[in-house]
């Protein structure tokens, strides 16, 4: 019980301190500091970042919104072991940073499947897994999928130009 009290305690810290999805890189430095990890994202002009609080790994994708504004357009939330090996702390944990980046809005269960949830509001999706929370901005989710198409269209064309003369 006293394990679960300690958990519980980190889970609220966690809440409280949560970088949000659609929030600038300034906002994200305020609530963790420097991030400890930046590089490059799987998409043209994406920025990862990975920072830590309270045990939790955040890993926020910034990207330029279609207004020019860099935001986190999608943040993944991973527990550590410890929070991960409670299935009832884990929840409680991921259900408050899922609310966390709520925006004011509701949150609706749109897939509960044995293992994960799928859930969307206004702007959002997210996924709760059993030690992962991954929350997408809806605008993101369309840029990112551009960018597959695109990615995908230019291999396309490097393959065909590498076996032209075959």
Not at 73 to 101: F, R, T, W
């Amino acid at each position: 019980m006293k394990v679960f009290v300690i958990l519980l305690s980190v889970a609220l810290v966690a809440f409280n301190a949560s970088a949000r999805v659609g929030e600038t890189s300034e906002q994200a430095v305020t609530r963790y500091g420097p991030a400890l990890d930046t590089h490059a994202g799987s998409y043209s002009n994406t920025i990862v970042c990975e920072y830590k609080m309270a045990g939790i790994r955040v890993m926020a994708t910034f990207f330029t919104t279609a207004s020019g504004k860099s935001v986190i357009g999608e943040i993944k939330y991973s527990l550590p072991l410890q929070m991960a090996q409670s299935n009832e702390v884990a929840k409680v944990v991921l259900l408050q940073l899922l609310e966390a980046n709520s925006d004011g809005q509701h949150w609706e269960m749109i897939h509960n499947r044995p293992v994960t949830q799928d859930y969307t509001r206004p702007g959002a999706t997210a996924t709760v897994e059993p030690a992962l929370l991954t929350v997408a901005l809806t605008e993101y989710a369309a840029f990112a999928e551009a960018e597959k198409s695109r990615l995908v269209t230019e291999q396309g064309r490097r393959i065909d130009s590498h076996l032209k003369d075959f």
